[in-house]
């Protein structure tokens, strides 16, 4: 069943020569997780105070279960909001704090303070409810705003950079209370952050760019196929390799100075009429250096020539920058032990079992309604499959 659901939503600020929004559709199962994504200013948060009546969306509706609440007041939606701040009232005590939600709804005093201690004990407050906001820190005090949110009874629980104030500890302490709240009373959840970390947390992660809807894909989907070049570039961590498409009676290739690369799976079946450009997407971490010279001896596979022109240390890692015959530059992790000095004629390629995948270039435009095929070359544990085994000088 749904829990959230945004329907075509379009959003623009009074003034505005811009929509911030663009036709959004979204939907969370009822008790589920998605987390928003992207650049600032992109209109998470806009998205976010449209699903809580904060603002009013210029069009499309938002729909909580199969009730349209577009036209409710916040208050009377059913959901809850914690924000950055945690925006406590100072006058209560921390249990006055969490009882207020359900004393406003008309529980009597001693239910609500007692519902309250039960929330407070979920994130880890027993013995603090005498306490002023002031009195706590600020991981605790976001706690706290986590406890009143959920006692409440509301089953939409809208987070817009809930933790971005807390330092890294805290934050993660923070990422496991919200996977023990989410176990015990199993909100739906609809999480905005710019921390693709905390994403992950979620079942399903939303990329919003310029007020667009990107993608929607489970986390491990997302690094795997990026829809488009500003999401891949958004998530980080992939080495480009411009090149072309071309469709063969045996499938879609990808075509570039690393050599020739056979793009299997759903590629056919999205069925490319006609060669276009397109980038060759490869995880930073499936990178191999291979010893320059005859292929004998070497994996074959598509894979480019260049020479190691500086190492750094990564962390525990050494790191090299490769400049490449095409004189383009690729970082690639060395494993542990490994050394190649500065100077040293080098391959690279990927490692078997990598996967690659292939975006159009340049960007498609995505409100455009032009088709736009994306192929997988995903081959575990045989390696990617090439069409013209030598490396390229
Ligand atoms: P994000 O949360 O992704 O950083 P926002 O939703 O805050 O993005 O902003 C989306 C766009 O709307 C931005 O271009 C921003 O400048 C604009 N914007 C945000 N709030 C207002 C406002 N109150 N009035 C006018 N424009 C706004």
Redesign the pocket.
């Known amino acids: 069943m749904t829990g959230l659901a945004l329907e075509r939503v379009r959003h623009r600020?009074p003034d505005?020569t811009v929509d911030?929004v663009h036709a959004v559709d979204l939907e969370i199962a009822s008790g589920g997780m998605l987390a928003l994504v992207?650049p600032?200013?992109?209109?998470?948060?806009?998205l976010l105070r449209v699903a809580a009546g904060l603002e009013q969306p210029t069009a499309g509706r938002v729909l909580l279960g199969d009730r349209d609440v577009t036209a409710l007041p916040p208050e009377r939606r059913g959901l809850s909001v914690v924000s950055q701040r945690p925006h406590l009232f100072d006058h209560l005590d921390v249990t006055g704090n969490v009882a207020f939600g359900p004393r406003v709804a008309g529980v009597p005093r001693r239910e609500a303070r007692t519902r309250a201690r039960r929330y407070l004990h979920l994130v880890h407050l027993d013995g603090l409810g005498r306490r002023r906001p002031g009195q706590l820190s600020g991981g605790q005090q976001q706690r706290v705003a986590l406890a009143r949110a959920l006692a409440t009874g509301r089953e939409v629980l809208l987070l817009d950079e809930p933790f971005g104030s807390l330092d890294a500890a805290l934050r993660s302490a923070m990422h496991e209370l919200l996977g023990e709240l989410r176990a015990a009373v199993d909100p739906t959840v609809l999480l905005?952050t710019h921390d693709l970390d905390e994403a992950a947390l979620a079942e399903r992660v939303g990329v919003?760019v310029d007020g667009r809807l990107h993608q929607v894909a489970e986390p491990g989907e997302l690094y795997r196929r990026p829809a488009t070049l500003t999401v891949a570039r958004l998530l980080g961590g992939f080495v480009e390799v411009p090149g072309t498409v071309v469709p063969t009676t045996g499938g879609p290739q990808h075509r570039s100075a690393w050599g020739c690369w056979s793009l299997p799976g759903d590629a056919g079946a999205a069925g490319r009429s006609t060669s276009g450009d397109a980038v060759l997407l490869v995880r930073r971490e499936d990178l191999r250096l291979v010893p320059d010279g005859p292929r004998d001896g070497h994996p074959t596979g598509p894979g480019v020539r260049g020479r190691v022109v500086a190492s750094r240390r990564r962390g525990v890692r050494v790191v090299v920058v490769v400049e490449t015959s095409d004189r383009s530059r690729v970082e690639v992790e060395l494993a542990p032990r490994e050394d190649v000095a500065v100077g040293t004629p080098v391959g690279v390629r990927p490692a078997d079992g990598a996967a690659v995948w292939a975006v159009d270039a340049p960007e498609p435009d995505p409100s455009s309604t032009t088709r736009h095929t994306r192929h997988a070359a995903h081959l575990p544990g045989s390696g990617p499959r090439a069409c013209d085994d030598a490396l390229r000088d």
Do not use: D, I, N
């Not at 600032?40 to 806009?46: A, D, M, V, W």
């Open positions: 600020y505005a911030s992207g600032s200013g992109s209109g998470k948060s806009t905005v919003l």
